[in-house]
């Protein structure tokens, strides 16, 4: 299964360096890379809108070369509505991706996934995510993954603490990274 899932990965890797696009993992992927090693079913990328028919046709090349079933009215719905999501589906095994679409540019680095060579979305930017997840989740016992997320890139990963309280403070989550630095 490890195997079929590593396969997944590094045809998605090949899909999205097909095209010029900005992109970078994210999610428990990029959780897996900083902290602890934990499974899913989905991956997640971030992918930086540049214009908004460019980017549409270029993640349709890349999902389709990777071999996922692509509907691009769905991709179009999810630039114009500013949902910003849209779950694509491998043919050939029970997995999926999340493409979230940025209109900002990605922070992000080059880091080894399924021994390939990519970038995933920095610490820092993880951890913030997560905080924000954790902060709209309910009940809080849903959350729970989230929490130990962040506890495990904190413990394994070099993290720019300041940076990160400091953007906690601006989106007030800095109750549960203080409550999670305990």
Known sequence: MLEEFERFVQKLIKGFE?????????GAVAVSFYGSPRT?????????VSGKVETKRKVADAMRQAGLEVNERVISRALSTGYNIVTF???ASPYTVDIIFSE????????TVAGVKTFLQKPEGLIL??????????????AAKDREDVKSIMAFSKVNLDAVKKQARLDKTIDI???LME
Not at 19 to 25: C, S, V
Not at 131 to 139: D, E, S
């Open 89 to 91: 589906k491998d043919k």
């Open 40 to 48: 899913t079913s989905d991956v997640d990328i971030m992918v930086s």
């Open 104 to 111: 900002q540019k990605l922070e992000k680095q080059s880091g």
């Open 18 to 26: 097909s095209t010029d696009l900005d992109f970078a993992f994210t």
């Open 129 to 142: 995510a997560k905080l924000r997840m954790i902060k709209v989740t309910v009940p809080l016992e849903r």
């Open 177 to 179: 990274l203080e409550n």
